[in-house]
């Protein structure tokens, strides 16, 4: 009877327990994980669906599954500072369990993992973009005639222009896109803010953090770039308008200049189709404590 009972009790103990998998998401990292004899997998197919049969089972079993993006170059480098053995179970499971605290994770909630694996790689493409840019900002250092820390004063001009953006929207949910160009690629930060029906707006304070920090960068770095911000508003058309960023400041784009950017593919250039349904039209006005004074840095 004794017995039973501790079986039961560590099955009511096992919900309790949240875990972490890590996935291999290409070919490529999971060929790479091969050369580890005790790597059991040797087609990519079957692994990816056992590792969808283990979530679900999880699930059905009442545990909360995290996965998280399991890089093999990463995992030689962990192992290597750690002094683990790569080619074990247990290596293999201390970097999941960094990865649960440090890296890029998606919590399972039942979706079919072709929909999980391309919202993973995009937050760990969210947080190697906050990483660099980031990095970037504190590598700036002081302003030659004034002393001042460029990136601090820049990231604080950011938050600034960011506060007038949602305070200036008007009613209705917001998705605003950043993107400053800077090498050896264009740097992109998305933020969706939620218009409460009190008329307060509800926002993701990482996804805060990570636009800020790349509007920053292209403000520090005097970079080309610019916010796009479209308001999605019940009974309404949806709105899209934008700016350019120039210096420290955030310039208005006119509603042709809006109709262009959104008209056309980004990779090769060529004309798409407008969306129906949808306005594209010159921002709200900033107001003057949108107007910068000119020294930053």
């Not at 969808?52 to 962990?78: C, I, K, M």
Request: aromatic share 6%.
């Amino acid at each position: 009877m004794a017995h039973t009972q501790h079986q039961t009790m560590r099955r009511v103990l096992r919900r309790e327990i949240a875990g972490t998998i890590g996935l291999l998401t290409d070919e490529q990292d999971f060929t790479a994980m091969r050369r580890y004899r005790t790597f059991a997998f040797d087609d990519h197919t079957t692994y990816l669906q056992q590792v969808e049969a283990l979530l679900r089972t999880l699930a059905a079993q009442g545990s909360h599954t995290t996965v998280a993006l399991f890089d093999p170059e990463e995992y030689a480098e962990f192992c290597a500072e750690s002094g683990l053995e790569p080619d074990a179970p247990a290596s293999r499971t201390r970097f999941t369990a960094e990865l649960a605290a440090t890296g890029p994770t998606v919590p399972y909630d039942g979706q079919p993992l072709d929909e999980l694996v391309p919202d993973l790689v995009d937050e760990a493409v969210r947080k190697a973009t906050w990483e660099y840019a980031t990095t970037l900002l504190a590598r700036i250092g002081n302003c030659a005639s004034c002393g001042e820390d460029i990136g601090r004063a820049s990231f604080a001009r950011a938050s600034h222009l960011l506060a007038r953006i949602i305070d200036t929207a008007g009613r209705g949910d917001l998705h605003l896109v950043c993107s400053v160009s800077a090498a050896p690629e264009t740097l992109v930060a998305v933020l969706r803010a939620e218009g409460g029906r009190e008329g307060g707006t509800r926002l993701d304070e990482t996804e805060v953090l990570e636009f800020t920090t790349v509007l920053a960068l292209g403000i520090a770095t005097r970079s080309a770039g610019g916010v796009v911000m479209r308001t999605i508003a019940p009974d309404t058309s949806d709105r899209v308008h934008g700016w350019r960023l120039r210096g420290e400041d955030l310039e208005p784009l006119t509603a042709a200049e809006v109709f262009d950017a959104y008209c056309t593919d980004a990779d090769s250039g060529d004309l798409v189709s407008p969306e129906s349904g949808v306005d594209y039209c010159v921002p709200p006005d900033l107001g003057d404590e949108g107007q910068g004074t000119g020294h930053t840095h």
